[in-house]
């Protein structure tokens, strides 16, 4: 098919170069590591750029030979490389008159199995000084590491020769002594860098080609572009390294080429695949990597290799100062045949030997000392003794050394300068700082007067990122003498599930304190006081099982007594797991004076009857301990405090407890089993003797902890799900009653504002001040009110004010109006806004004021009977803007003119009268079914003359007739989608206020209800859809913009507005 050669293929090779010989093609290989192509009598058509094994191991032989190390070990790995290096190395030791004292080979390695490199160094140590180690560089590191802990590399009698595939990297120098993971033992510290100064790293020489950086990006570009389309993402991409493969394939193809352009030269066939690889063959070629490489008759490449080892580098970390770096190469002769010769890059930097020169092959004594004819048994058992006693003495010293090194050290001492006490709100739990505020005063200054006595000394901060708990310890300095060192060292050192954390201490001047982990749901006290918590069986048996397993830790390690066990002492932490804690640190916590005398005896509750009666504080006792349990389980159970409903105060049953009278807490209510009960008055046993251990107690309580798992992790989780189904009937209960809560403050706030503008500020949007082209004013006021203020009382005035609103409020939500507001006796209230209703405005006002006179005249003042309210009343229409000012108790406003001629109408009236302006008649005309009389011409302030009217009745059937008409627009309107988005003017008699499913008193119509109420749904759906829309041309749109709290008012307008 027009095929001439093949280049590779990837990996298996031996089938490949079978059939390119058979077809006579060359074929160049740059991944093919098998041996079996070497052989030219069957694959006489092959060659390649990589270099077997056998490459590599004539240079292990040279390197031995060159130092004469003539007696080796080879350790090797199982990889397939490994083993065909082995055997090169052993035939070409053979070759040269070397010897392999014996062979190791190890399976495939982690480090966990590190037992068995130790195992091959113990076996092999004795008989060698030289080591071949052809494996993984991971079990290097471990092999290394074997032999410094057996101290084989202090005085350099041990070399190790370690023979790689991986080139070396100049620019990562480091990673040639560490492990691919994070190793403590390898840290490039001076201790663990030393060792390496016996290895001799065998390696692929590094590129020198200066340009080769740039060939590799090359490679990285082309590889994501068509044909290979390798998947690009930019992390791993600038990462990802190009593998030395790369520059094989790169020089087989070049020799090919170069093979080929002699072939063309010699006018021979390009498809001969022997006239090819003579070409090839025992030549050497310029790799891309800088160096030259030979290909020997077999088609094989020599390979190019440095010699790395530890020199003094001024770059590298550490006061050591050295590293691993390339020292020598290997140069082949002009023929190259035989063995290369080991040279060095520089004659000034040569290995640095351990002991100043290499080792010998075999001591002179010989492996086992032979060869030297000395009775040395008599020292070596002098000397074996002397060493045993020694061993034993530095021991003991030694283990007393770091005993004092851990009390002086002072691990658990903490700077307070360091925490950072958390301020919170609640008073229970907090010390009143500000947030991030360092804690540089006295904690016990810093306490609140108000802090509960169950919270008073326990503050909450952050320590080095983690939640602390901080007890002020009631005492001005502590002396650190040694007991009190190993008081903390002690409880440091405590671990259990079931046992709080000590963090540590502060012991500076007037700030003594202890800090522990956090627990977030406080206390056992805390949790049996919470009302809203259900504690079922689980919950209980849970929380004793808790208390037993940290007192039978407690009671065997070295604290051996709590002396202080009580319910606010037991702490629960997030996950439902209790920890007791304030135990131990008795001389730590000596000499402090109680703050509270309520305090110290409530915690005498919890106390037995024999340390109740001692003269000292005593650290307690272990059946003490049991006493206190029996009282703290009786708490559990009960939840009524730890002596329940008893009547009488702390003192007086510490008192009789004390007097040895039988007082015990009451068991008969308790909703337990008998033998829970029968465990707990053992427990509070008058004699201490027949009291049981913790151990015998968890026995007795066995039937209580039935339910319990015997994973705490189950546990665990079924005590949070409990939790969490108890929490969701709570939540329940508190989402209903602030619904019920929300329903009250909603209707509150419509009572105050328009809905609409209520909806928008609920929502926190600005609400933006309105423009509105013609509305419809009324005023009203008593006349006389001064006077009748005056002689009557301000309960009176209250009452008079209350009626007289309460008939007002009544009679304006059977109208299209909304209520301003109302100062002293004036009454303001507008229609034609928030929504707009066309024309409607005058009607809905003047039938409104007239229904209003009419009542108004019905209404009887209660301190004065007979004596009527002579309301006055003027209307005008006209253009305003109205909107929402002011931060708290905002107002919907009005301003413009037309409010102050309104005004002035009303000022100007009669009692008993409605005064309307010219602009309102004309409208009333146009709407129909009012009568007006003409008043004149009256002298209005600050508008001159002003032509007015009186407002004297209606035609309420005509009125009837208009909604009709109206709701038959709507309803035709929405059949045939004419709710057009042109604007507000288009629908004007559809945008109107809601009204209520009311009857006008005096109408006499349940129809007017009906149809107001039909008005409204509709309005609203109306109002929704045009009320983001602009402003019509002409008219100014006053717009409340920018943060509530901050209003920036802007005028969006295309006319002139004053």
């Not at 390696?203 to 068509?226: D, F, G, L, M």
């Not at 209510?669 to 009291?691: G, I, N």
């Not at 909107?883 to 003119?897: A, I, N, S, T």
């Amino acid at each position: 098919n027009g095929t001439v050669a093949f280049v590779g293929p990837d990996g298996t090779c031996v089938s490949e170069a079978l059939v390119a010989a058979a077809w006579n093609l060359p074929i160049i290989s740059y991944r093919c590591a098998d041996m079996a192509v070497s052989d030219k009598r069957v694959y006489h058509t092959f060659a390649r750029t990589l270099p077997p094994s056998k490459s590599v191991s004539k240079s292990v032989v040279a390197l031995l030979k060159a130092f004469e190390w003539d007696k080796f070990v080879i350790v090797s790995g199982p990889t397939a490389w490994a083993v065909q290096v082995k055997d090169a190395v052993k035939s070409f030791a053979e070759e040269h008159s070397m010897t392999v004292t014996s062979e190791w080979q190890f399976t495939e390695y982690i480090p966990m199995l590190k037992q068995k490199i130790d195992r091959i160094v113990a076996d092999s140590y004795e008989k060698t000084r030289v080591y071949v180690f052809i494996g993984e560089h991971v079990a290097l590191v471990d092999f290394v590491k074997c032999l410094q802990e057996r101290k084989l590399l202090d005085i350099g009698d041990y070399i190790v020769i370690s023979v790689d595939d991986q080139i070396y990297d100049p620019a990562n120098k480091g990673s040639i002594v560490q492990r691919g993971y994070i190793d403590p033992w390898l840290n490039l510290g001076d201790n663990s860098l030393l060792p390496f100064q016996s290895v001799l790293k065998l390696t692929p020489s590094h590129p020198r080609n200066p340009e080769y950086n740039a060939i590799c990006e090359q490679v990285r570009n082309i590889s994501i572009k068509p044909p290979f389309c390798v998947p690009y993402h930019k992390m791993i991409f600038d990462s990802l390294t190009v593998p030395i493969s790369a520059a094989h394939l790169y020089d087989a193809v070049m020799i090919y080429a170069r093979a080929l352009t002699e072939v063309f030269a010699a006018g021979e066939d390009p498809r001969n695949g022997t006239a090819v690889l003579k070409r090839i063959l025992n030549r050497s070629y310029h790799s891309v990597q800088g160096h030259d490489v030979y290909i020997d008759n077999n088609g094989d490449a020599e390979g190019n290799y440095s010699v790395v080892a530890l020199l003094d580098d001024s770059e590298a970390n550490g006061s050591l100062r050295m590293s691993m770096q390339p020292v020598g190469y290997f140069q082949y002769n002009e023929s190259n045949t035989g063995l290369p010769i080991f040279k060095y890059f520089n004659e000034s930097r040569k290995i640095q030997w351990v002991g100043g020169k290499p080792p010998l092959g075999e001591p002179i004594c010989g492996f086992t000392g032979k060869k030297c004819q000395e009775d040395k048994w008599r020292i070596v058992v002098a000397l074996g003794g002397l060493a045993l006693l020694s061993l034993v003495a530095g021991s003991f010293a030694f283990k007393h050394y770091r005993y004092e090194q851990k009390l002086a050290c002072l691990l658990w001492k903490i700077e307070l300068r360091d925490v950072t006490i958390i301020p919170t709100t609640n008073t229970e739990k907090s010390v009143l700082l500000r947030p991030g505020q360092v804690c540089r005063q006295s904690i016990l200054r810093s306490i609140a007067p108000e802090v509960s006595p169950k919270r008073a000394y326990t503050n909450i901060g952050f320590y080095k990122g983690n939640t602390v708990a901080i007890k002020a310890v009631h005492k001005r300095s502590v002396d650190l003498t040694r007991n009190i060192r190993k008081e903390l060292k002690q409880i440091r050192e405590m671990r259990h599930e079931n046992i709080i954390t000590f963090i540590g201490a502060c012991v500076e001047n007037g700030n003594v304190c202890i800090l522990t982990a956090y627990c977030a749901r406080g206390s056992l006290e805390d949790v049996l006081a919470n009302e809203d918590l259900h504690l079922d069986g689980m919950f209980v048996s849970s929380l004793v099982a808790d208390i037993i397993k940290g007192m039978i830790y407690l009671h065997d390690s070295e604290i051996i007594s709590h002396g202080n066990l009580r319910s606010s002492n037991c702490l629960v932490d997030s996950r439902w797991v209790l920890q007791i804690s304030d135990f131990g640190l008795h001389e730590f916590k000596a000499g402090q004076e109680e703050p509270d005398p309520e305090m110290e005896a409530k915690r005498k509750l919890w106390r037995a009857p024999e340390l109740l009666r001692s003269v000292h504080h005593p650290r307690g006792t272990q059946k003490g301990d049991v006493y206190s349990f029996a009282i703290v389980l009786h708490e559990v159970v009960g939840r009524a405090g730890p002596w329940g409903n008893i009547q009488l105060s702390y003192q007086e049953i510490s008192r009789e407890v004390q007097m040895g009278s039988g007082l015990r807490p009451d068991t008969k209510d308790l909703d337990v089993s008998p033998s829970v009960v029968s465990c707990m008055e053992a427990c509070w046993d008058e004699d201490p003797e027949t009291r049981p251990d913790f151990r015998f107690v968890r026995i007795k309580l066995k039937e209580m902890q039935a339910g319990l798992k015997p994973n705490i992790f189950d546990n665990m989780l079924a005590i949070m799900e409990k939790y969490a189904y108890n929490l969701e009937g709570l939540v329940q209960e508190r989402t209903n009653q602030l619904t019920e809560e929300k329903k009250k403050t909603d209707a509150l706030l419509n009572r105050m504002l328009p809905k609409t503008v209520a909806e928008s500020l609920k929502k926190g949007d600005p609400v933006e001040a309105e423009s509105f082209e013609c509305v419809t004013i009324y005023f009203s006021d008593i006349v006389g009110f001064t006077e009748l203020s005056a002689v009557s009382t301000p309960l009176q005035v209250v009452e008079l004010l209350n009626d007289l609103y309460t008939c007002c409020d009544s009679i304006i939500s059977h109208y299209d109006v909304y209520k301003v507001e109302t100062i002293g006796d004036a009454y303001m209230v507008v229609s034609g806004l928030p929504l707009r209703n066309g024309d409607r405005h005058a009607g809905e006002i003047a039938s409104m004021a007239l229904h209003m006179l009419n009542s108004i005249r019905r209404l009887e003042i209660r301190h004065r009977p007979g004596e009527p309210l002579k309301l006055r009343i003027g209307i005008h229409s006209g253009h305003c803007v109205a909107g929402v000012v002011g931060l708290k108790m905002p107002r919907y406003c009005l301003f413009g003119d037309t409010v102050n001629t309104a005004s002035r109408m009303e000022s100007t009236g009669e009692a008993f009268r409605v005064h309307i302006s010219k602009t309102t008649k004309d409208l009333l005309d146009r709407l129909g079914g009012y009568q007006c009389e003409e008043r004149g011409q009256v002298q209005i302030k600050g508008k001159g003359e002003m032509l007015t009217y009186w407002l004297v009745g209606e035609d309420r059937a005509m009125r009837l007739a208009r909604l009709q008409d109206i709701l038959s627009l709507s309803l035709s309107s929405e059949r045939n989608g004419s709710h057009s988005s042109s604007g507000l003017s288009e629908t004007p008699d559809l945008l109107r206020r809601p009204t209520r499913n009311d009857l006008l008193p005096d109408a006499g119509d349940a129809a007017v209800a009906k149809l107001l109420h039909q008005l409204h749904m509709r309005a609203v759906r109306a109002y929704s859809k045009h009320h983001s829309q602009e402003a019509l041309p002409g008219i100014p749109i006053l717009r409340v913009t920018g943060h509530r709290s901050e209003p920036v008012i802007t005028f969006k307008d295309t006319s002139t507005y004053i």
